[in-house]
Each structure stands twice: as C-alpha cells, then as structure tokens.
C-alpha cells in the first residue's frame, strides 16, 4: 500500500433471492462470493454485527490489522488528528507491527479477536485478516524482545537493504528489500522469521480466521526477484501459503481451504503472473478505471469489459474503493454514497472477480472524509443499503450463469444481464431513458427494491432510469 504520505508525516434488509451459505457449504471458495471490509472497526464491533453482515449477504469480512503495533500519540484512537486537536490518534499505526502475536490497542485482544471468529462461524461468515509481514513500525526501537529474539537481535529482523529509502519502485530490487514510506523492510526470508510468523498465522488459523489478505504483498520478494544480501532464496511465498515447511513448522490447513490474496498494486514492472501462482491478487487497475466513469457520469474512454490484469478473472478481488484510495491521499473519498453504490452493483452483479465493499466511517460527508473520526465503531449504513443488498443477493443467485455487459446513452447507462435476471445501473446524475438488448423474456418486470416497472419485448428492454441509481431484476 502506499502510504508513504502519512507514515512520514506522521434500511430493512431484503428478502434473499438465493438462501444464504452455511458454514459448511462456504467452506471452498468460489467466485460468487463478496468480502465486506470493516475497516477500522473493532473486532467486538464485527462480532456485534455479524448477523447484519451475513443478512446483507456478504461471505467475507475482512479485519484490519489485529498484530500488535506501535501505540501513537499517547495512545489515542482518532482515525487521524491534526496538530491541535483534543482527540489524538492516527488510523495506520496498525500498519506498524512492533511484534507478530494477536491484539492490538486499537482493536482489541486475543480473546476478542476468537468471540469474533465464533460469531463469524454461527452466521456462515468467514473471517480474512489483513497480515502484513513485510515491514515493521517506523521507529524500529519500538519492536518487542520476544520478537528480536525470535530471529537472533534486532539486526537480523531486516535487509540488508531495509533501512535503504526506495527511490524507484518499478526496481524489483529496490521494491522488494528498501524502506517503503519510512518502514525499515523485513527480512522476509529468514527462516527464523518466517517460522516465528508462520506461528503467527497458524494461531490466526486456530482461533477461526479463514483467509488472509497480504499487504505490501508486491513488496515481498518472488523467486525469480534479486536477493537481499542476507537472503539465500526468495522462498516467503512458498512458507506463507503452505508449499513448503520452516524448520517443520507449516501452514495448518491447506491453502486452497482459504482465501488469500495479495495487495499487489498494479505498476511498470510489477510480476502479476508470478505473484498469481500463489494467491489472488487485487485489480487496482480496474478500480482505478470505474472510477473514471462514477466520476464523469459515463464510460467515455473507458473500457470496462477489459479487466485490465493478466491474471485470470477468477483470481482478481475488485473494488470500487480501497482504504488506501480512501484514507490516503482521498483519490476516492470525494465520489458520494450514491456513486459508490452504483459502482459496487455494477461489481457485484458481473460473473468474475470477488469484490470487496469497503466500509466508510461513520459520519462521513464529502467535506468530513472522516466523520466521528473514531477507531472501533461501525461504519457507515452504506454497506447494507437495500441496492446494496439487492446486488448482493443477485450474485449469489446468478452463481455460474454467465454475463454479457450493454452500454447504452453514450455510456452512461450498464446493463449486466446474467440470463437469469440483470442489473441495470445509471451511472450519470441524470434520469436515463433506455431501450437495450437483452437476452430476458419478453414481459414485465419489476426491480427488486423499488419496484420499478421494466418492459421487455422482441430482446429489448425498456424503462427509465433514475440518477445514479441501480435496478435488479429476475426472469420469472
């Protein structure tokens, strides 16, 4: 992730279309599924809303970082403060791992993080955590003993390089083993590490989580990358996702009864297909180019059936917004609720990538990206709003069917229609009258949520659409 600006500066929900997964039945991963990122929230808040999530249709949540890190400004839990302000606090000190055991000041203990995996698994959610072994805290003297022991003194737990700024990061050698954004880089290939993390991982495992999300994953070194001068073999990947054992000690469930994948942000020189032959990978691309159409109202100049990746479809996590995009330099944060939502039913309602819905905080406004600018409550109502919902649902209920993408009024209306019902979403701030091919049944149709009447006759559908507003519908 690139947060090298701050890490310097230091509704009633709907009737499901398809019944909901038990735990049992979401055990192997598919690509129907939908991962609702709880960003910032603490993990007795995710255990208190589990229902909530599970009712809303999403398989996933995904925590923040919940290892110990650096405690900041005495201790405050502003997600961020400026100088001056009474409540202090910054939400990346989670970022700054000071040791790898479970619980953190920000989000909450050992024991909280299992009553949270418990009330995932009574709901059918499964639990991702956001991981991050690339990279420490910025101040470095803050790491624990038990951690420094672990591998031999303090001077054995970084690169050779680590303590080295990465000036380009199209340099594999540089990206791999350099200081990113103030935080000394890891020796990731140090078998005492990696056995001292992977029990980390495997403690994770125990307490009930179920897949890992990989930050600063493209910051971790493949094995064809150039090795740091400590390192004999570039060999993290294969020991963090079960291909080979640490000094016997070996991930606890096979990888392929998890989901993992890797924040690898799509740059010059970035190895996409090797890094995919070990987890699935984020489509920052895409993100990057739907924005582009929220933004102007359309899809001029935008193509947004190329999933701009040379992974395979099946293995990219979509998004309309990440937190990065968010709470970094705000690249998202100015778009509203409403098109966030528009982007995330044209997201949901596609046959590939697994996308992630990132919540907001609480509060927000477009003037106020932080809102009541606190670490640990729920965030805002977005992530269970009824068209939410009603994309959610849909997916699941269109699992296998395939998808052919329409785009009519000069871009600023999509169809997703699945064979078996379709997502209509107007991405303009203007009421859109359409008539577009589909492969629906003749008749009439009503959206799932507000009962928006549609006609279809001899392959064309017909209706209005309202401003950045989305519909689903389903042949009968």
Not at 260 to 279: C, F, H, P, S, T
Request: net charge negative; charged share 20%; hydrophobic share 35%.
């Amino acid at each position: 992730m690139n947060k090298l600006t701050f890490y310097i500066a230091a509704a009633a929900l709907m009737c499901s279309c398809a019944p909901k997964k038990t735990a049992t039945e979401a055990s192997v991963p598919n690509d129907d599924e939908l991962i609702l990122h709880a960003w910032s929230w603490s993990l007795n808040t995710i255990a208190d809303n589990m229902k909530l999530i599970s009712d809303a249709g999403y398989d996933y949540v995904q925590t923040s970082p919940v290892q110990a890190c650096f405690v900041g400004e005495e201790g405050g839990k502003a997600l961020f403060s400026e100088p001056g302000d009474s409540v202090k606090g910054k939400w990346y000190y989670y970022y700054q791992p000071t040791d790898w055991t479970i619980g953190n000041y920000l989000l909450g203990t050992r024991d909280d993080f299992k009553a949270m995996c418990d009330s995932a698994a009574k709901y059918g959610v499964r639990v991702i955590v956001d991981v991050l072994p690339n990279h420490t805290a910025v101040d470095h003297t803050a790491v624990l003993p038990g951690l420094d022991n672990a591998v031999g003194g303090h001077e054995n737990l970084f690169h050779a390089n680590g303590f080295n700024d990465i000036v380009d990061y199209n340099d594999r050698m540089q990206c791999t083993t350099g200081k990113m954004g103030g935080l000394p880089d890891v020796n990731t290939e140090n078998p005492d590490f990696q056995y001292y993390y992977m029990q980390y991982v495997n403690d994770l495992l125990a307490l009930g989580a179920r897949g890992f999300r990989y930050d600063t994953a493209k910051h971790i070194g493949l094995p064809s990358d150039p090795l740091d001068p400590k390192a004999s073999v570039n060999d993290f990947w294969d020991v963090a996702t079960g291909r080979k054992d640490v000094k016997g000690l070996k991930l606890a469930l096979p990888a392929d009864s998890l989901f993992i994948y890797g924040e690898v942000l799509q740059d010059r020189n970035v190895k996409e297909k090797e890094y995919a032959e070990y987890m699935d990978l984020t489509a920052s691309s895409y993100g990057h180019e739907l924005r582009k159409v929220l933004e102007q109202g359309d899809t001029a100049g935008v193509d947004l059936n190329d999933w701009h990746h040379p992974a395979r479809p099946d293995q990219l996590v979509t998004w309309v917004e990440s937190h990065d995009t968010y709470a970094n330099a705000h690249e998202s944060a100015g778009l509203t609720d409403d098109q966030i939502r528009t982007g995330w039913v044209f997201l949901a309602a596609r046959a590939d990538g697994r996308p992630l819905f990132f919540s907001r905080p609480v509060g927000s406004t477009r003037q106020n990206y932080w809102g009541d600018n606190k670490v640990g409550p729920r965030g805002n109502d977005e992530f269970f709003h009824p068209e939410v919902v009603a994309a959610n649902k849909f997916r699941h209920a269109m699992s296998g069917k395939p998808e052919t993408l329409v785009f009519v009024n000069n871009g600023a209306v999509a169809e997703v229609d699945r064979t078996a019902g379709a997502a209509l979403v107007n991405f303009s701030g203007s009421a859109q009258d359409v008539s577009m091919a589909t492969t629906l049944s003749d008749g009439s149709y009503k959206d799932a949520v507000s009962g928006t009447a549609f006609e279809v006759a001899a392959g064309t559908l017909k209706g209005t659409l309202a401003p950045n507003t989305t519909y689903i519908i389903y042949a009968e």
